[in-house]
């Protein structure tokens, strides 16, 4: 499992705990009484609530074991159940949230020199030597933004962004902004932050990455979404609670 939850804000615990980390694909995830039975052993022994971190294609969830219902032989679980009692909200700070529609950004290219022309049926093509003279930002229903903080600028590589283009004349805008639906976890954006500077087709060792005492990202996440909120470009925050919150959770101390 990457070892990104440190770049979460993390909620205290009354013990240590241990994690069965696995990845799988299929909509239920499976233990064999034996191997189930080997683990709550080992945990009993030490005396650390056992807990099951699932990938799920790019999504994890974490949740305590005894959440695994048995069936005919085998102790299984739904990702549907598992996200009903995810613990990464509480504690690793993870959150869902959502860019509000018609926020992005903007770039207008000035057309400097025309560099071939060509037709195909009734289309016609130009290719042009273009020079970036304007980078701007929109707000949730389209409004200009100025002064983003990097941060915040940074939410967008998060978002499957929506491109449409302007031409005219002697410019044209490239413009790259939100629709009506999707939503976003925390932890799946910061890996695509990660990923982002990467050239295409390339891996990133995550090994070397947990190595690093700083990593090239947003530092603080929540702090980022919740400017945004107030910057108009994120729409809403989901916290995200489990239907069961574990006895070795502390408590939250509301900040005065």
């Known amino acids: 499992m990457?070892?990104?939850?440190a770049l979460f804000s993390t909620q205290s615990v009354r013990k240590p705990v241990l994690i069965e980390v696995k990845s799988k694909k299929?909509?239920?995830?499976?233990?064999?009484?034996?191997?189930?039975?080997?683990l709550e052993a080992y945990a009993?022994?030490?005396?650390?609530?056992?807990l099951i971190a699932w990938k799920f294609h790019s999504l994890w969830v974490l949740f305590e074991a005894k959440h695994l219902k048995k069936m005919k032989r085998n102790f299984n679980i739904?990702?549907?159940?598992?996200?009903?009692?995810?613990?990464?909200g509480v504690l690793a700070g993870d959150l869902a949230y959502k860019i509000g529609r018609g926020a992005g950004i903007h770039f207008r290219f000035e057309k400097e020199k025309m560099?071939?022309?060509?037709?195909?049926?009734?289309?016609r093509f130009e290719q042009w030597q273009m020079r970036l003279s304007e980078v701007a930002?929109?707000?949730?229903?389209?409004?200009?933004?100025n002064n983003l903080s990097d941060d915040v600028q940074s939410l967008f590589a998060t978002w499957d962004l929506e491109t449409q283009e302007d031409h005219a004349d002697d410019h044209i805008w490239v413009r790259h902004t939100a629709g009506n639906d999707g939503i976003q976890f925390a932890h799946t954006a910061?890996?695509?932050?990660?990923?982002?500077?990467?050239?295409?087709?390339?891996?990133r060792s995550w090994r070397r990455e947990a190595r690093k005492k700083n990593l090239n990202t947003i530092t603080d996440f929540r702090r980022a979404v919740t400017k945004a909120i107030d910057d108009k470009i994120v729409q809403f925050v989901l916290d995200l609670q489990p239907h069961t919150m574990p006895d070795f959770v502390?408590?939250?101390?509301?900040?005065?």
């Open 2 to 5: 990457p070892d990104i939850l």
């Open 26 to 38: 299929a909509n239920t995830l499976s233990f064999s009484p034996e191997y189930l039975g080997r």
């Open 44 to 50: 009993n022994m030490v005396d650390m609530p056992l």
């Open 78 to 88: 739904s990702f549907g159940e598992a996200l009903k009692e995810n613990l990464l």
């Open 115 to 123: 560099l071939s022309v060509g037709h195909n049926e009734d289309e």
């Open 137 to 145: 930002f929109s707000g949730r229903d389209g409004q200009s933004i």
């Open 190 to 203: 910061l890996v695509r932050l990660l990923d982002w500077s990467l050239p295409d087709g390339a891996k």
């Open 250 to 256: 502390m408590p939250r101390i509301a900040k005065k």
